[in-house]
């Protein structure tokens, strides 16, 4: 096996994107990007966004936290009117959470400002156009490599 054919181990592959992306997960979370959100709010937000109309107990379950602290995260979203609550239509019993208008617009300026992060390091001259022209591919690549696990 040559060089070349390593490089396209699948295994090696994978370890690359993981460290690749893992690091840049967690450079751009810990740069401030203004706003108000802890990370377990915004998780919930982004979490609930996604997953549409849920309960809070199907919420922690998907997030993997407890119920009780998806209960405070929660609160506290309500509190600032970035969750809203309604009866469950199939079960009156039940409360069904959704994101609010006011979550959406701090999701997307959260979202907006991370783009923006990432788009100055782009263009701070650290990448040749051949590079960018690469990053440019690997977008859809990787969306499409999280749809296939």
């Known amino acids: 096996m040559n060089e070349d054919n390593e490089d396209l181990d699948p295994g090696k592959v994978a370890a690359s994107l993981l460290v690749g992306v893992g690091a840049l997960l967690r450079r751009v979370r810990q740069v401030p990007t ?8 915004r998780t919930a937000l982004s979490h609930l966004e996604r997953s549409g109309p849920t309960t809070s107990s199907a919420l922690a379950r998907e997030v993997q936290i407890t119920a009780q602290a998806m ?22 019993r039940r409360v069904v959470l959704t994101v609010g208008e006011a979550g959406r617009r701090e999701l997307r300026d959260k979202r907006n400002a991370r783009t923006e ?11 040749t156009p051949a590079e960018l022209e690469q990053l440019a591919a690997a977008g859809p690549l990787l969306d499409r490599l999280a749809q296939n696990i």
Do not use: K, W, Y
Request: glycine residues 20%; charged residues 20%; hydrophobic residues 40%.
């Open 34 to 41: 203004g706003g108000g959100l802890t990370m377990p709010e």
């Open 71 to 92: 209960g405070a995260t929660l609160a506290a979203l309500r509190s600032r009117g970035l969750v809203e609550r309604s009866p469950d239509p199939d079960d009156g």
């Open 117 to 127: 992060l990432i788009a100055q390091a782009l263009a701070g001259g650290a990448f």
